[in-house]
């Protein structure tokens, strides 16, 4: 049922005057700290005094490119605008193009001998052996680097198998770039894309270099490619295979193996394994696990399981698939019980405890980040609620990562560690599906941990918000993720505590770690209704912080679910006298730009940049200037996504000409905006597209009162860059009072 709105968006009442809410406590007598009021403070006196802390476009969209807890959508609502642009990656500034991608040996032998194959493998092969390259377009948990590497050893030596790894940047991009000295012939390559985008001719660009390199190339994503004519020939749908047959032939490995070193005696002769196998595919036990199964990977486990009780009798075996099902949940306790008989000292450091859960909510970090944040929560947080007799010890050397995380919790070394030499190691947890379990266990059988851990949270958001010394954006992201995944725990409660205060604060930052909670918590289809209610009372409301924060709301998922619903309320919040300053219409402009159809987002910039309205223009300006620093990856160089668009649909070229225009002539966007077109000018050298569409448009852009600045700048320009055939060609034609063909009078 629908949530009722409240008046006018206004704030909920305080926790304690709702029924069942306490207050936040004091600390406890022989605590250390100061009030909860008192921390607060501080966490407001922490924010950035010149700007109250603000979202920089291009590092935000980088740190939410390479989480691991990214939303999912399974479809864009585009409304009567059905026809999606065809572009490459999008790529921002602060991800280097140079960034280098280099091979990582893929042992495979674990793989191949137990991989049951998937509907369309023939043609997967037959494939690779003709264009040298495939594409596995799948969800994760369906077995696709198993299928790789069936597929990439039947034309390659298993040692000459490998994984292509890039830290920053696209892999698929930088794989074709470095072809000539990456590529080996005779070698087999697997490249992880994700769930990234990619271009069909970048697809087509590497089969020819791989061709050409003698290699092997097999493509894992999880998103088809951009274009509406995919290379049939080279994308496959990669679907799951026969879980009961997975199952099966990893049960028959591993008793093989069994039956080596059994003490048991004649209990694993061929024929009582076969009587086994063929009594466990009977148990309809065994089939509702299947049907459990959240990937191959889980069907593995279970196989694991199950091969361990061969000797057993029928009430073992449904006690070893409970605990199958139950095993993460059985772990998250295991790793928070401070009660650990094989760990006697661990009452005397809730370091301990602290630093598992950082572990946790960190996946895929630095360890930096999980020793830093690990550190807040146990000697800045927890103090203020617990009563402690003394202070922990914190000798340095008594704190080794590998005994504050147990090796049950890690991923095997290798995974944890496949980074660049120079690089950090990260954390990383032997199942993600660790994270949520962890998070579960902890608010619902710590009662008193749930405070603790939003101030953790909070905390870390707001620590250090200065020029000098910002929490870095990735922790950000993450710390918003991880509310959004308590949020399912308890909805109303982490609201109120919060998301609230976070959406009706003064700074961009806790506005946009707001939207991105509401958003994680829109993935959870039994929340929908719920975010969707409360964005309502957002934007229908009169605070202007609530405002900001439900136009950053409508930049993500949330908005792609119902492209019309939030474009139309963009535009509407983007009227408001109270938005005139800020950028939050802007990004999520540019975020939905970037991350969905173009056609009908494109068209509401038209609309705006033309609008008798006092605001739009500038809303429509600032999208602009953060789409700017974003280019689209083609095979021949980066070009800018703007520019891209006009390249393709020459009804855009006006809107570019119009976004230009006004920017240049407003005090607040001008400065930037001829850094930019700099930029745009400088790079378009040797792209005889980008030079043709510059030579045409730019003059458009410059002429009448724009016309003197700009003959100045380009003086400037051309005193940098004087070998520049496009710099010329445009001051020439300026110079001579040309507007350039096609300009509307």
Known sequence: MTEPPMPDGEDPP???????????????????????STYKNEAMAAEDPFDGGQVDFAEHRAAREHSLLKARRSAVSTGKHGRAFYVENYHGESAPPSSEVWAIPFEA?????????????????????????VVLQGPPGTGRYATAATLLAAFCARY???????????????????????????????VDVGAQPYGVRTLETLARRATLAGAYVVVIGELAPYGTDWPQHLVFEHGRPDLSAVLEAHLRALLATHRGHCTVGRGCRPADVEAYIARLAGERRIERALGMAASVAEVVRLARKLAGHIHSDEADIAGAIGEWRDRLPLLARQLLSPGNASDPDALLDPHRQAIRIAYACFHGHPLADVIETGNLLSGTVLPRFETRDTEPVNLVFAREMDRLVPR?????????????ADGPRRAALVNP?????????????????????????????????????????RIRVRVAEIVGILMRFDFDFVYRETVHPWAVGRSSVHQQCAALALEMAASQEALSRRVASRLKNWTGGHNQGLHNSAARTYGTTVGLQDL????????????KPQLASSNAVAFSMASLFLEGPVDPVADELDAWITSADDYLPQHAVRSMLALGRFTVRTPRRGRPALAELALADERRRHLLVSLLRRAL??????????????????????????????????????HGPLRGRALFHLGLWRLRRPESAVLRTIQRSITLGSAGPGERK
């Open 14 to 36: 305080d926790s304690a005057d709702l029924p069942g809410q306490e207050p936040l406590p004091a600390p406890a007598s022989g605590g250390t700290g100061s009030t909860d």
């Open 109 to 133: 032998d674990a793989l191949l001998g137990v991989h049951e194959k998937v509907a369309g493998h023939a043609d997967m092969a037959l494939s690779l052996k003709e264009h040298r390259l």
């Open 160 to 190: 000459a198998l490998h994984t292509l790894h890039r830290d920053e940047g696209d892999v698929l991009q930088g794989a074709y770039e470095q072809a000539e000295t990456l590529l080996g012939e005779g070698r087999g390559y697997v």
């Open 408 to 420: 049950e919790m890690r991923a095997p070394e290798t995974w944890a560690t496949t980074v660049r």
């Open 433 to 473: 599906e660790l994270l949520p379990a962890l998070l579960e266990v902890a608010w619902h059988s710590y009662g008193d941990l749930q405070k603790p851990l939003l101030r953790w949270l909070e905390a870390i958001v707001s620590r250090n918000t200065t020029r000098k010394s910002r929490v870095p954006e």
């Open 564 to 575: 019309p619903v939030a474009l139309r309320e963009l535009r509407r919040l983007g009227t």
């Open 665 to 702: 002539t407003t005090q607040e966007t001008s400065a930037r905006t001829w850094t930019l077109l700099e930029r745009w000018l400088t790079g378009a050298e040797g792209d005889e597209g980008l030079e043709r569409l510059f030579e045409e448009i730019v003059p458009r852009v410059l």
